[in-house]
T-cell receptor
Framework: QQKVQQSPESLTVSEGAMASLNCTFSDGTSNNFRWYRQHSAKGLEVLVSIFSDGEKEEGRFTAHLNRANLHVSLHIREPQPSDSAVYLCAVSINYGNEKITFGAGTKLTIKP | NTKITQSPRYLILGRANKSLECEQHLGHNAMYWYKQSAEKPPELMFLYNLKQLIRNETVPSRFIPECPDSSKLLLHISAVDPEDSAVYFC???????????????FGHGTKLSVL
């Protein structure tokens, strides 16, 4: 069964500094990766999707995927206090949305 | 996100029966119910594609999903248990097919508190 682990559990970064979040997964056949953001008591907002090794940028959000290392990361450029939220890594294999496994999340706080 | 609406937003129950509702205005064929307990990631409960139940996760029988049409999704709950306290998210996607890389769109959720 797929295991998705995120680190760190919580992260505090000053406004304007780069924020980096990590996610490891256990199933090497995984090929569908998304980073979601969840503000308190609200739904999930997709930030960036990546399906092959390398880098994918969506605005200030960049995902890096290295499937050989079972690792996907999210980097947030010039974070703002409004980016404070829980960030969830979502991984699935060829079954697409039927078999999404979410990580437990990283709570990111951006200090002004 | 007002394209997927869920009602009610908050629900406090004793051991009553209640239904959660979701409607999406995106023209999507697939709809999902996710449960997110406190401090945990979302977990898939049910997936419908074109009104057909595609995936029925192992959830207690007191949760009964219903999809009256492809834009609406209901979750009927009877005799709730304290362990059911969670936020229930509705989501949708274009096709909901296997081998699909399409993204999910989530509603704001219904927070269920069981007394």
């Amino acid at each position: 069964q797929q295991k998705v682990q995120q680190s760190p559990e919580s992260l505090t970064v000053s406004e304007g500094a780069m924020a980096s979040l990590n996610c490891t997964f256990s199933d090497g056949t995984s090929n569908n990766f998304r980073w979601y953001r969840q503000h308190s008591a609200k739904g999930l907002e997709v930030l960036v999707s990546i399906f092959s090794d390398g880098e994918k940028e969506e605005g200030r959000f960049t995902a890096h995927l290295n499937r050989a290392n079972l690792h996907v990361s999210l980097h947030i450029r010039e974070p703002q206090p409004s980016d404070s939220a829980v960030y969830l890594c979502a991984v699935s294999i060829n079954y697409g949305n039927e078999k999404i496994t979410f990580g437990a999340g990283t709570k990111l706080t951006i200090k002004p | 996100n007002t394209k997927i609406t869920q009602s009610p937003r908050y629900l406090i129950l004793g051991r009553a029966n209640k239904s959660l509702e979701c409607e999406q205005h995106l023209g999507h064929n697939a709809m999902y119910w996710y449960k997110q307990s406190a401090e945990k990631p979302p977990e898939l409960m049910f997936l419908y594609n074109l009104k057909q139940l595609i995936r029925n996760e192992t959830v207690p029988s007191r949760f009964i999903p219903e999809c009256p049409d492809s834009s609406k999704l209901l979750l009927h709950i009877s005799a709730v248990d304290p362990e059911d306290s969670a936020v229930y998210f509705c989501a949708s996607s274009q096709q909901g097919q296997k081998f699909s890389n399409e993204r999910l769109f989530f509603g704001h959720g219904t927070k269920l508190s069981v007394l």
